[in-house]
């Protein structure tokens, strides 16, 4: 084997584990690993891994006497944007790092998920190609970082032909390994790094010093073995490949937001998931590194969210924010119940999914003659002039089986017997059991096809490979159980899918797409913006999974997937087509451009609705469904600045000291520092969690600043709902070039409202630039 180069060497020293002597005095002596973080990084770069590690182990070493001697591993530090480390803890000594001054918060070390389609599979649909295609900008140089599983650098959207250089900027590495090449890496994939998981060796040096370094041999690749990150970061910013398909299906040109985009990579997940402390050390080299925008299609978990301080992506997010770089998250699959949405410091810019005008159908041809169209993704070998036996599942139950857990085909329900060489109708009336297992337990019991009467995720097509399946309705259902009950010998076939294109209404919300409001504070709208998450064709590493691949065919280069994992990127790439064109604007006035210019009617004209055909609310789709060519002249923009998030820090609570820490500089938090005034922070939208019927109206401010004609006139327009008085002062603006930034009021009063969430919006609009701000009132 080739001698590492020094570039790699670092690294592996960089990342290697450090052992020194420690006592403990725990109760629970099982070091664990966690994340100790420290703050911003006000030396920036001028810090080096050596100072850093030392400072590190300084901080350890003065926590506690040491009698007993034990090894405490370091196992990632922090140093680019923001201090910290992580290593492996006790309990004890966790809770005494905690109090320590230096120190912000520690936290035991997340596992976090990717954001794609939960454990089953939706699949999805290509997104908006005609927007796409009409903004091409050769030269441009916007660097996309993608916090991932890693890149497949083969597939043709990572082909760098007609990019230009590599930026001068950057900064960034294409980490080698076994299976991965500098040469990956090109023009267009810029970057490639992957973390050391934590591994636990053993051997310690054991010097008197007890600061004894050993190097472990660092395992891993940037290469992607799972497929999630070379999906996303080809929506994300991938190259325009021609007849791209998934076996046929969403046949056309897949391509990046922006074609141009550079793409670099950091492998931070597994297939079994993410550690917290790696995507912080990933967010911190990409910083570093010079990307301009993150995305990141992770989340922990809706159930148990953690405070700003005690989140990796909310802490990495915000030191990104600090240093220029926006970051683009997933909202999360926890739909459609509220309080669900991930990612949601305001910081963070966070996306809803939603589906597109294109739907995957597989026809159902009962023995009489009827045809029901389904929802699904199929490879049925199946044609229509031959039927097959058609069962209720319910009838065919193995003994002392309930007969509701027969007709839900759960596992161990059926008896193979009854429905070999048929063709079995299962329903989705039960808490228990995906699609997938579902269609594993039928195919397994050798059935030639299923048919699932749900309305549970209808319109995100299930992919089943090869085995015959579709997925109809309950008014469909209902037919072909009375044709089953009623004909003498039922059968029916399953045939294979098609692509449905303009489908009607489109966008609509996706229903695992995470619902508003935010756990943390309901004074920020959040989600705030939707995008195409359902259905979405994109890159993916080939793989020949049994049962995957249609007889005869290569596996595909491309595939179908569902959730908020692949809106994120399509935001992504829509940031990257605004930041090319304005390459002075901050994070925040890229994030207003896209707010409010966002379209909130679908393809028939219609406000946009969720799945159950409902009006959507801003809970579900934030402002809207994303549209970035309008967003490359949105006339005004909200500009929210890092010291309106430390104010805000303040509103919620946090002390100055903790705040000044994470500003690497003294914060005074204003005098009247409630909860309350998070609604006044200079956000593109309006929230306010709690409005009093009796008590007086609520004021806030915004400040716009004008990015159009330097002369120009704004007229306000309200949209508010019965009940609800909402005033803007003033309604008229005059922007000249001494007015660039401009301030105005809104008041809300409710005496008349319902109670609960009221929605509405306010618009700015000179004549040529529509300028919407959507704002949720909850009334009590
Ligand atoms: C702020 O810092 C102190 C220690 O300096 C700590 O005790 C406290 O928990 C911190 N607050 C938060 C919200 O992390
Ligand atoms: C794409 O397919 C069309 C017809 O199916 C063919 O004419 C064209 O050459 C193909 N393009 C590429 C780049 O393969
Ligand atoms: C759609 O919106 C309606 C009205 O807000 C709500 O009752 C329903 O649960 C929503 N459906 C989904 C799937 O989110
Ligand atoms: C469909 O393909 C399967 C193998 O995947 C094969 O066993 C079966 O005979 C085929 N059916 C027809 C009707 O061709
Ligand atoms: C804007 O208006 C000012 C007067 O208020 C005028 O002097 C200036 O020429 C105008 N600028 C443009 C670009 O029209
Ligand atoms: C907005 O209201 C605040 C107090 O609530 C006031 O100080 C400020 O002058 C008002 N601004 C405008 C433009 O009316
Ligand atoms: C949508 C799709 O690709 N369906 C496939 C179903 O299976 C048949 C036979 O294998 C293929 O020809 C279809 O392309």
Same mark, same amino acid.
């Given at each position: ?138 030269? #441009?140089?916007?660097? +996309? @970082?993608?916090?991932?599983?890693? !890149?497949?650098?083969? /597939?043709? $959207?990572?082909?760098?032909? =007609? ?22 890496? #090109?023009?267009?994939? +810029? @970057?490639?790094?992957?973390?050391? !998981?934590?591994?636990? /060796?053993? $051997?310690?040096?054991?010097? =008197? ?27 994300? @910013? ?543």
């Amino acid at each position: 084997m080739a001698c590492p180069p020094p570039l790699l060497l670092r690294s592996l020293l960089f990342l290697s584990l450090l052992w020194f002597f420690i006592s403990s005095t725990s109760s629970n002596p099982i070091p664990q690993p966690y994340v100790v973080y420290m703050g911003s990084s006000s030396n920036g770069d001028r810090e080096d891994v050596e100072a850093a590690e030392l400072s590190h182990l300084q901080l350890l070493s003065s926590i506690t006497s040491r009698q007993k001697s034990q090894k405490v591993s370091l196992l990632h530090h922090y140093f680019h944007a923001f201090r910290g480390f992580s290593a492996m803890l006790t309990e004890s000594e966790a809770s005494e790092l905690s109090g320590h001054e230096k120190v912000l918060s520690v936290f035991p070390d997340p596992v976090l998920q990717l954001h794609t389609t939960r454990s089953w599979d939706f699949l999805e649909v290509g997104s908006s190609d005609q927007t796409r295609s009409q903004y091409h900008h050769p030269s #441009n140089d916007v660097i +996309i @970082g993608v916090i991932d599983t890693g !890149i497949w650098p083969e /597939s043709l $959207s990572f082909s760098d032909e =007609g990019v230009d250089e590599v930026p001068a900027r950057w900064k960034g590495t294409c980490m080698e390994a076994s299976d991965f090449k500098k040469s990956n890496c #090109n023009r267009k994939l +810029i @970057g490639a790094r992957y973390y050391s !998981i934590q591994s636990s /060796s053993s $051997s310690g040096t054991g010097t =008197g010093t007890g600061t004894g370094t050993e190097s472990t041999k660092v395992s891993g690749s940037p290469r992607d073995s799972v497929g999630h990150g070379t999906h996303t970061a080809s929506t994300a @910013g991938g190259a325009l490949v021609a007849n791209a398909s998934y076996y046929g299906l969403a046949e056309g040109t897949a391509r990046g937001g922006l074609q141009s985009a550079r793409i670099a990579s950091y492998k931070a997940c597994t297939e079994e998931g993410c550690s917290g402390s790696v995507i912080l050390k990933a967010i911190d080299d990409a910083i570093r590194d010079g990307v301009d925008i993150i995305s990141i299609s992770i989340g922990s978990s809706s159930k148990f969210q953690a405070d700003y301080l005690h989140d990796p992506i909310a802490i990495g997010a915000f030191h990104a924010e600090q240093m220029g770089v926006l970051v683009v998250a997933s909202g999360g699959n926890d739909g459609p119940h509220p309080y669900t949405v991930e990612n949601t410091a305001p910081w963070i810019f966070t996306v809803a999914a939603s589906s597109i005008d294109r739907d995957f159908q597989s026809a159902v041809v009962l023995g009489n003659g009827r045809t029901f169209t389904g929802s699904a993704i199929n490879f049925s070998n199946l044609t229509r002039s031959k039927k097959y036996p058609l069962v209720y599942a319910k009838s065919t139950a193995a003994n002392f089986t309930p007969a509701d857990e027969a007709r839900n085909c759960l596992p161990g329900s059926i008896d193979r017997t009854k429905v070999a060489g048929k063709i079995v109708v299962c329903v989705d009336t039960y808490p228990m059991g995906s699609k997938r297992i579902k269609k594993l337990v039928v195919e397994n019991a050798k059935a030639k096809g299923m048919i699932l009467i749900s309305e549970n995720q209808n319109g995100n097509p299930f992919d089943s490979g090869v085995f015959p399946f579709t997925q109809v309705d309950n008014v469909a259902g209902y037919k072909i159980l009375k044709y089953i009950s009623s004909a003498k010998y039922p059968t029916a076939t399953v045939l294979k899918t098609t692509t449905v294109s303009d489908q009607r209404p489109a966008p609509t919300v996706a229903s695992f797409s995470s619902r508003g409001p935010g756990e943390l504070t309901e004074n920020i709208l959040k989600p705030d913006i939707m995008a195409p998450g359902v259905a979405i064709l994109a890159a993916v590493i080939p793989k020949n999974e049994p049962g995957t691949v249609p007889v005869g065919k290569e596996p595909s280069k491309f595939s179908i997937k569902s959730g908020t994992s692949m809106s994120c990127p399509h935001v992504s790439g829509a940031a990257a087509i605004i930041k090319s064109i304005h390459k002075a604007w901050s994070s925040s006035m890229i994030r207003s451009a896209l707010m409010t210019t966002a379209t909130f009617v679908n393809n028939e004209g219609k406000p946009l609705m969720n799945s159950s055909k409902s009006l959507a609310n801003p809970h579900e789709i934030g402002v809207g469904e994303t549209s970035p060519y309008r967003a490359l002249h949105p006339g005004l923009v909200f500009e929210t600045t890092p010291k309106d998030y430390l104010k805000l820090l303040c509103y919620l609570g946090y002390s100055q000291k903790n705040i000044s820490s994470m500003a690497g500089s003294e914060f005074h938090c204003p005098e009247n520092s409630g909860d309350e005034r998070i609604s006044d922070v200079n956000y593109p939208s309006i929230s306010i969690g709690k409005l009093s019927r009796h008590g007086s109206a609520i004021v806030v401010t915004r400040t716009v600043t004008n990015v159009g004609p330097v002369n120009s006139t704004y007229i306000a327009s309200v949209d508010s709902p019965m009940g609800l008085t909402v005033k803007v002062y003033p309604s008229k603006i005059d922007f000249r070039p001494n007015a660039r930034r401009v301030s105005y009021n809104v008041s809300f009063q409710g005496k008349e409202a319902p109670g609960g969430y009221n929605f509405g919006s306010l618009t700015w609009s000179d004549g040529r630039h529509s300028v919407r701000t959507v704002f949720a009132v909850n009334v009590e």
